[in-house]
């Protein structure tokens, strides 16, 4: 019963994501269902974002008023590794909580976008909170 929750919530998850006239979303309608071929769209995406976020900290790190509460980039590389490292983990931990199904490179991949996507969204989030409190 909790397997199937858990499907049933990344399936309206994915079916509400896929609605979006993105390149991922486009990718995802042109798939018809294959897991496979979203394994590569899962994939580009994550690249996608980890470029997107990347840009950030680099913005981040080019910041005074960052650089002023923070030790810079010292610290934006250790954060940012930091977060890679837990994503893998918790990554590797839902692919092998979903074995047996025959398609765990599916949840990575989809484990690999949705985490990456969150930590995109927290620090545009985060970027746009600092400078609403510097205005």
Same mark, same amino acid.
């Given at each position: 019963?909790?397997?199937?929750? &858990? #499907?049933?919530?990344? #399936?309206?998850?994915?079916?509400?994501?896929? %609605?979006?006239?993105?390149d991922?979303?486009?990718?995802?309608?042109?798939?018809?269902?294959?897991?496979?071929?979203?394994v %590569?769209?899962?994939?580009?995406?994550?690249?996608r974002?980890?470029r997107?976020?990347? /840009?950030t900290?680099?913005?981040?790190?080019?910041?005074?008023h960052?650089n002023?509460?923070?030790? +810079?980039?010292?610290?934006l590389n250790? !954060?940012?590794?930091?977060? !890679?490292?837990y994503?893998?983990?918790?990554?590797?931990?839902?692919?092998? #909580?979903?074995?047996?199904? +025959?398609?765990?490179?599916?949840h990575? #991949?989809e484990?690999?976008?949705? &985490?990456? !996507?969150?930590?995109?969204d927290?620090?545009? /989030?985060?970027?746009?909170?600092?400078?609403a409190?510097?205005?």
């Amino acid at each position: 019963m909790k397997k199937n929750l &858990v #499907a049933f919530s990344l #399936a309206l998850l994915l079916s509400s994501q896929s %609605v979006q006239a993105s390149d991922y979303g486009l990718c995802i309608n042109r798939s018809k269902g294959d897991w496979r071929k979203q394994v %590569v769209c899962n994939q580009d995406e994550t690249r996608r974002l980890m470029r997107e976020i990347n /840009n950030t900290y680099a913005k981040l790190a080019r910041d005074p008023h960052f650089n002023r509460l923070n030790t +810079g980039k010292t610290s934006l590389n250790e !954060q940012f590794k930091s977060w !890679q490292e837990y994503r893998n983990s918790y990554c590797s931990y839902w692919e092998k #909580a979903q074995s047996g199904y +025959g398609d765990e490179e599916y949840h990575r #991949a989809e484990c690999m976008r949705l &985490v990456t !996507q969150k930590h995109y969204d927290d620090l545009e /989030n985060l970027i746009e909170m600092a400078y609403a409190i510097r205005e």
